[in-house]
T-cell receptor
Framework: KQEVTQIPAALSVPEGENLVLNCSFT??????LQWFRQDPGKGLTSLLL?????REQTSGRLNASLDKSSGRSTLYIAASQPGDSATYLC???????????FGRGTSLIVHP | DAGITQSPRHKVTETGTPVTLRCHQT?????MYWYRQDPGHGLRLIHY???????DKGEVSDGYSVSRSKTEDFLLTLESATSSQTSVYFC???????????????FGPGTRLTVL
């Protein structure tokens, strides 16, 4: 059974800090990995998707990397802002499966 | 948001009553999913569909059934609601795009169900 671990489970930082959120997965036959953001009481919003053939993807202040050999992905948030406060989840798909495996998320609070 | 809507957005019902949640998409995606999200458990897959009338069970399918008679609609039914089914329910689709067939999952806004 595939598993995804997200560390830390919760994080509270002052505004302006650069952050790294971690996602570890157990299956090296990864097809892609997706990062999501979830605001309280809302659905999941797709942030970045990395294919297995890629090493990283960037969108604005967000950068996601993928290291298949170590089974890890990191989400880097530059110059954090209070508006970044949310829960961040990662999910990966293995080849031949259409059922992604989700982590439980990292709850981020950025205080002014 | 890939044109995904869920209805109702909020529902309170009593134990033993049937409940149907609807997920509607506007972009003809083949794959659709129903999840529930609970504190301490994260997202758990209930059922998914890979085409009209083609569905399969997820990890927490007991007590739930689904139907997909049209590409755009995926219904989740609780035949006899129980308090343990109090949760937030999310619908999702898988969108395939680009020459490499990149698969991206998109979620609906959720339905908050309370079973008293």
């Amino acid at each position: 059974k595939q598993e995804v671990t997200q560390i830390p489970a919760a994080l509270s930082v002052p505004e302006g800090e650069n952050l790294v959120l971690n996602c570890s997965f157990t299956d090296s036959a990864i097809y892609n990995l997706q990062w999501f953001r979830q605001d309280p009481g809302k659905g999941l919003t797709s942030l970045l998707l990395i294919q297995s053939s890629q090493r990283e993807q960037t969108s604005g202040r967000l950068n996601a990397s993928l290291d298949k050999s170590s089974g890890r992905s990191t989400l880097y948030i530059a110059a954090s802002q209070p508006g970044d406060s949310a829960t961040y989840l990662c999910a990966f798909n293995i080849g031949g499966s259409y059922i992604p495996t989700f982590g439980r998320g990292t709850s981020l609070i950025v205080h002014p | 948001d890939a044109g995904i809507t869920q209805s109702p957005r909020h529902k309170v019902t009593e134990t033993g009553t049937p409940v149907t949640l609807r997920c509607h998409q506007t972009e003809n995606h083949r794959y659709m999913y129903w999840y529930r999200q609970d504190p301490g458990h994260g997202l758990r897959l209930i059922h998914y569909s890979y085409g009209v009338k083609d569905t399969d069970k997820g990890e927490v399918s007991d007590g739930y059934s689904v139907s997909r008679s049209k590409t755009e609609d995926f219904l989740l039914t609780l035949e006899s609601a129980t308090s343990s089914q109090t949760s937030v329910y999310f619908c999702a689709i898988k969108a395939t795009s680009g020459r490499e067939g990149t698969d991206t999952q998109y979620f609906g806004p959720g339905t908050r169900l309370t079973v008293l």
